[in-house]
Structure formats: structure tokens, C-alpha cells
């Protein structure tokens, strides 16, 4: 059986380095990189054949070169910008894709890497591990067996650092599509898409400031949203990018999932010691477990479909995409908006 091409489409993520080293200890798989797009990055950001070397990746200087190689599967790791043209690039090639969060900046975008995708017959996946979570895929059990009676609501939180300070173009709101809303919205809302099987969202209500790098960047650092479902669930979402800077971890996502017969609480990222270094006098978290990123990365290229959960489709990115745009009409206007 001949290697698995997998081509990595720029390092302009945080993610990107992650995924080329995961994807380069997989037997089995072949790994080339391009990154070619290194006009928007900050002073300090190392980029390009550079990171590569540091990873340990093949790397060519261009998607033209990348593209001639062959590659069986994609991962999309740029501005969320230019995932469009990266996506629709991919599909015309005949590979399959994996696109880091969110899908794109705009619905039509998403729209169209979507119907290209289905056009051309090839996969279209979104980057969203905490599917592959222990602690969802228990609250998915316990909600699909009816353990938890019928769900009511849901508070969920997605925090983190600011990660501006790690690239640049995360607070540029033309290259990123917004700030802490667009970055940490869609993780929990791809979560819930998953939990009610596709139940629309009806309604969103959303508030965002920027407080917390008031100055600093010139897009929200956190926000606060309300969703309503057709299923009659409403939940919350915090998509702050409110960890400290210097903090061991940088950040978590929790859900609590109430129902009309249990309650039901999950942490994504504890499985973690948490001590204190009097060496450094700071606190430390020493993480353990499953690597959620390599779950989703074998998914995505030797799933056969059978498991749990599979890797996010399209179609439910673009979902995710739809509350994210709702969210910002909603606090530009201060009203609910709803969703068709």
C-alpha cells in the first residue's frame, strides 16, 4: 500500500506546526509544506522553509510545486481570509480537505468552498477537535441514551490567551474575520451542532467589549452569546480571550449541559496535575491523556466513518459560520437576530 500524500497549505495558524509534526510521525503518511504567503507576518513570526526545517517537514516554495507533488488530503492552516481560495484550489486538484476554524470569514465564502467541494467530489472537513474529546463523547453518550432527560439549556466557555502576540493576523479583522467571537464561538457551537443532531439555531443574542486589551488590539476580546434552538434548548457561549498572559495553560473549554433529569458537567483539556514550582514560584499544570488534534487528524485521513463522532463536515461549519455572523449583527444592533 503506497504512502499517504498529505499536503500542509501554510503555517500562518498556531495550529500549523502541530499538525506537520503529528502528521510526520504517522506510518504510512508523507508530509510537504508551502507557505508561501509570509507578506502579513509580524516581525518575529518565523514562517516559510525556516519553520519547516524546525519541524522537521519536506517543504517546497510554492502551492504550484505542492499541488504538482500529488497530495492525496490537504490541511488549510492560513489566514481564515484566503481559506476560500486554498479550499477551492484544493477541490480542483481532486484532494481532500481539512481546514482549520472557522470555515471562512463569510457565509458566502463558506457557501461556495462548500458547493465546491461537492462539486468536484472530494471532502470537505473543519478542524474542530474537541469532537474527539473523552469528556464530550461521555456527555454525547449520556444524552443520546436519555440519561439526562430532555436537554434545557447549556452554559458553555471557550477561553484562551489573546493570540495576537503569536500571530499577528489573529487581531487584523480583515485577515481574521473579527476578533475573540469569530476565533472561539464556533468550537462549542460545532459541539452543540453535533449534540442536537443538527437542530437549527433560531435566534442569537450577543454582547462583545474589549476591555481586556482595550487599546492593545482593535477587535473584541470577549463576548458573550444566547442561542435558542428549534429543539427548544437555549444556551450560552463565552468566547473570551480572557486567560491571563503568563497562565501554565492557554485556556480550556467547559460545558453544562442541563437537562430535565440530570445535569451534566465536561472539561475538555483537565486531564492535567496541577501542582505549584516553588523553582519558578508559578503555578504548574502537567498535562495527560489523548491527543485530541492526532484523533482528529487519523479521522479525517483513515476514518472509515464507523466511530462515535467523525471530523466536522462542511456543511455543519458553515452552520457554526451562520451564529458567528448573527452574533455580530446582533452586537452591532443590540437586538436578537434570527436566523432562517
Known amino acids: 500500500m503506497k504512502d499517504l500524500k498529505v499536503g500542509v497549505l501554510s503555517f500562518a495558524h498556531v495550529h500549523a506546526g502541530g499538525f506537520a509534526r503529528l502528521l510526520g510521525a504517522m506510518d504510512g503518511v508523507r508530509v510537504l509544506a508551502a507557505d508561501p ?27 504550484e510545486e505542492l499541488f504538482a507533488w500529488g497530495p492525496d488530503k490537504v490541511v488549510v492552516c492560513s489566514e481564515n481570509v484566503r481559506h476560500r481560495a486554498l479550499v477551492e484550489r484544493a477541490a480542483s486538484h481532486g484532494a481532500d480537505v481539512l481546514c482549520e476554524k472557522p470555515l471562512a470569514t463569510t457565509p ?129 457561549i463565552d468566547c473570551s480571550w480572557s486567560q491571563p498572559r503568563h497562565h501554565p495553560a492557554w485556556g480550556g473549554l467547559s460545558m453544562q449541559i442541563v437537562g430535565d433529569r440530570a445535569t451534566l458537567e465536561m472539561d475538555a483539556f483537565d486531564q492535567k496535575v496541577h501542582g505549584f514550582s516553588e523553582a519558578s514560584r508559578a503555578g504548574v499544570e502537567l498535562p495527560y491523556g489523548v491527543d485530541l488534534d492526532a484523533l482528529m487528524l487519523r479521522s479525517f485521513l483513515f476514518g472509515d466513518g464507523s466511530g462515535p463522532v467523525d471530523v466536522t463536515d462542511g456543511a455543519s461549519g458553515l452552520r457554526s459560520l451562520r451564529i458567528v455572523e448573527a452574533a455580530y449583527e446582533s452586537a452591532r444592533t443590540g437586538r436578537t437576530v434570527a436566523i432562517g
Open 37 to 63: 504567503d509570509t507578506d502579513l507576518a509580524a516581525p518575529g513570526e518565523v514562517r516559510g522553509k525556516a519553520f519547516a526545517a524546525q519541524l522537521g517537514v519536506d517543504y517546497v516554495d510554492s502551492y
Open 108 to 236: 458566502e465564502d463558506g457557501a461556495a468552498m462548500v458547493e465546491a467541494c461537492r462539486a468536484a467530489g472530494v471532502r470537505l472537513a473543519v478542524a474542530h477537535p474537541v469532537r474527539f474529546s473523552p469528556a464530550y463523547l461521555a456527555v454525547r453518550e449520556a444524552v443520546r441514551a436519555g440519561t439526562a432527560g430532555d436537554v434545557l439549556a447549556v452554559s458553555g466557555a471557550n477561553n484562551g490567551y489573546m493570540p495576537g502576540g503569536r500571530r499577528r493576523w489573529f487581531v487584523d479583522p480583515a485577515l481574521a474575520g473579527g476578533g475573540a467571537l469569530t476565533d472561539h464561538t464556533v468550537h462549542i457551537a460545532d459541539l452543540l451542532d453535533d449534540l442536537f443532531e443538527a437542530s437549527p439555531v433560531t435566534s442569537v443574542y450577543a454582547q462583545t467589549n474589549n476591555v481586556l486589551y482595550e487599546g492593545e488590539v482593535p477587535v473584541e476580546t470577549a463576548g458573550l452569546l444566547t442561542l435558542t434552538y428549534a429543539n427548544g434548548a437555549v444556551a450560552t
